[in-house]
């Protein structure tokens, strides 16, 4: 069974703008983790924000902010003000922590495009 | 503090030859996890290990796949005989204490 739903295989943005990128998960474990991550053309992972089970407020790192929405298993990630630099692959991720393996499991990915 | 290092970025190999890649982690870190990226799709969970154990490899190929983590040096990704299916991205991640994971820049396997 999919853990980690990514819908929207490409998004396009118009620069300055703000963007959702939707993620739904599956889990059964009461604790866990959601991550976001960026893959830029030049292929490395670049972390940008966690969220964890129990945190009471939505995650904040800059222009990214997380939308936790527990009871409909959805974490979605909201850039702010696009920059032609935002213009990436990005992957939901999850790690169920009763595996205490920390093992993450990736979505399949969004593609955005900022446009000019 | 340098982050997860990778070797080779990328290497080719023609079909039935090994590839190995390697992995050192960030200074502190016992634990690495590998991961590989077909084109076009998310990272996919391989392998899990401790200095000189292997915890978890439930993601690894049954066949030619082995990973190794010694006590001394970096991290080994070995893959025997390969085949053009095996073409993709293997990303390593180190973490302290089996938590945060910090990924590696990757290396890109091409099999001819």
């Known amino acids: 069974a999919q853990k980690i739903t990514q819908t929207q295989p490409g998004m396009f943005v118009q620069e300055k703008e703000a963007v959702t990128l939707d993620c739904t998960y599956d889990?059964?474990?009461?604790?866990?983790?959601l991550f976001w991550y960026k893959q830029p053309s030049s292929g490395e992972m670049i972390f940008l924000i966690y969220q964890g089970s129990y945190d009471q407020q939505n995650a904040t790192e800059g222009r990214y902010s997380l939308n936790f929405q527990k009871a409909r298993k959805s974490a979605n990630l909201v850039i702010s003000a696009s920059q032609l630099g935002d213009s990436a692959m990005y992957f939901c991720a999850m790690r169920e922590d009763r595996t205490s393996y920390d093992k993450v499991i990736f979505g399949p990915g969004t593609s955005l495009s900022v446009i000019p | 503090n340098a982050g997860v290092m990778q070797n080779p970025r990328h290497l080719v190999r023609r079909r039935g030859q090994e590839a190995r890649l390697r992995c050192s982690p960030m200074k502190g870190h016992s634990h690495v996890y590998w991961y590989r990226q077909l084109p076009e799709e998310g990272l996919k969970f391989m392998v899990y290990l401790q200095k000189e154990n292997i915890i978890d490899e439930s993601g690894m190929p049954k066949e030619r796949f082995s990973a190794e983590f010694p006590k001394e040096g970096p991290s080994i990704l070995r893959i025997q005989q390969v085949v053009r299916g095996d073409s993709a991205a293997y990303f390593c991640?180190?973490?302290?204490?089996?938590?945060?994971?910090?990924f590696g820049p990757g290396t890109r396997l091409t099999v001819t």
């Open positions: 889990t059964s474990d009461p604790s866990y983790g």
């Open positions: 991640a180190s973490s302290p204490f089996g938590s945060e994971q910090y």
